[in-house]
């Protein structure tokens, strides 16, 4: 009877083992009632890890905003760094729920993960130092060391379209960039005007850099997640509508734009 009783109970086990196994498999990015969203920790204005090792920014307060509208708290988030190179690799894995890390829609992209959104436009632009004057349209960048990060549309765009002699140099942040520029191993840093303007109005940088104020391209910042899943795309995209229309949105551009004089464009339609 013992062993009998014994063999029922490691049978129940593994079945109760199995169970949550599946379980798990099939709710990636979440852990029980917990979420995990993926965001940049190096971009000032939109998301940046600080010193005392909490968030910062607008696309962090964007995916606060949609966690809790999912039903998750603040303190029920557990953060992971999205690189720019690895985005669609944490949603494919399965790491993160979604990410929101200034995540422009392409074509590219949308082959290897889906989109919601957009809730934000802006333009690819150049940052430069701030008493350089012989950087003034696209065309100058094919005699200049040009930085930008790896996996960037804003490299890709200016090589293949805007300036294809420019010695491009592609590192792993921008914040490598920025020190290179400051350093003048480069002579420009190109991304989004976004996040450059991030950068220029931090208080160690203020007064040293300046953006071109060029338009280079249109880049809409989508909320990446896992291809096919319609149902989480959906009520992601209701959780945007409600941020634009209850003033949240405003609010957060105005937060986090406004100090560095950044002049932000209108909330895009949600694509639906």
């Not at 934000?120 to 200049?144: C, G, M, W, Y």
């Not at 220029?200 to 997640?225: C, P, T």
């Not at 209850?246 to 950044?262: E, M, N, R």
Request: with cysteine; proline share 3%; aromatic share 6%.
């Amino acid at each position: 009877m013992k062993l009998r009783h014994a063999s029922t109970a490691a049978a129940a086990a593994v079945v109760l083992a199995l169970t949550a196994t599946a379980c798990g498999g099939s709710d990636s990015g979440s852990n029980g009632d917990k979420i995990t969203i993926g965001i940049k920790f190096d971009q000032p204005g939109l998301g940046l890890k600080t010193p005392d090792g909490s968030y910062a920014g607008f696309d962090v307060d964007v995916a606060k905003y949609v966690a809790k509208e999912l039903g998750y708290a603040e303190d029920k988030i557990n953060w992971k760094q999205a690189p720019s190179s690895e985005r669609e690799n944490l949603i494919k894995n399965g790491d993160v729920k979604f990410v929101v890390a200034s995540y422009s829609i392409s074509e590219k992209r949308l082959k290897e993960v889906d989109f919601a959104g957009p809730y934000f436009l802006t333009h690819q632009d150049l940052l430069v130092r701030a008493d350089d004057t012989s950087i003034t349209k696209p065309e100058d960048l094919n005699t200049k060391k040009l930085c930008s990060v790896t996996g960037s549309t804003s490299a890709q765009n200016v090589k293949e379209k805007l300036a294809p002699d420019a010695d491009l140099q592609q590192l792993g942040g921008y914040s490598e960039c920025l020190t290179g520029l400051e350093n003048k191993r480069v002579d420009a840093l190109t991304t989004d005007a976004s996040i450059l303007a991030g950068y220029a109005a931090q208080k160690e940088h203020q007064g040293k850099f300046k953006l071109v104020g060029l338009s280079l391209s249109d880049e809409n910042y989508g909320i990446g997640l896992k291809k096919g899943d319609s149902e989480l795309k959906g009520k992601i995209n209701k959780a945007l509508e409600k941020m634009v229309s209850d003033g949240t949105w405003d609010k957060l551009v105005k937060q986090h734009f406004g100090p560095s004089g950044y002049q932000n464009e209108p909330a895009p339609k949600i694509a639906g």
